[in-house]
């Protein structure tokens, strides 16, 4: 009688085992479902799993034979995870209800007045005063700076938003004047950051 190797995983609601029988004629497998009990028989090779860890239904459990391994998929009776397939072990649908006892841990857990968090997420929020950007120029990041370009747009006039335009366009948005006399005598030079090199991008 030649052993099988098998592995399994779980999920609540079922259990997958995967049983290494190469080449495994789907014709000639046989698998026998029972509440407690999974037997698996092909030709000589055999496979008894029991006492299962838990109970299964065996009118809902399948298997499939692939080329290097059957995978059996059991259906659990009851949701949780056996972390085995065999042994020993409380089973859920036979375990007698227990009465329920309050520990004085718990007592004193319930006794405890319960927080009121909205009060303090308010307080928190309320003692967070934001920033200005008078007080730090960082406070708003990018969407502060271009909110500053785009009120300078706004207030300049003709001729400065002709210098702001070509200035940014021809130094690549390195260089924005508002100077339009300046501007208006030739190709704005493009001016990158210190130790940062220019490369124009085809």
Known sequence: MASLRHE???????????????GADPAQVSLTFEPSKVSYANGEKT?????????????????????????????KM?????????GDAPDPLQTAPIEPTTSPAV?????????????LTTKILSSEKEATTD?????????????????????ADDDAKRAMMKSFQESGGTTLSTN???????????KPPTGSEWKKWN
């Open 8 to 22: 399994f995983y779980e999920t609540d609601e079922k259990l997958t085992i995967s049983i290494f029988d190469r």
């Open 47 to 75: 496979l008894s799993l029991e006492p299962l860890k838990g109970r299964i239904d065996p009118e809902r459990c399948d298997f499939t034979v692939g080329k290097v391994k059957v995978e059996i998929r059991l259906v």
């Open 78 to 86: 009851a949701q949780g995870r056996w972390g085995g397939i065999t």
């Open 107 to 119: 007592a004193e857990a319930r006794a405890k007045p319960k927080k009121n968090w909205e009060e």
């Open 135 to 155: 007080e730090d120029p960082n406070v708003g990041g990018d969407s502060t700076v271009n909110s500053f370009f785009q009120k300078i747009f706004g207030d």
């Open 180 to 190: 339009w006399e300046e501007v208006s005598k030739g190709t704005v030079e493009v």
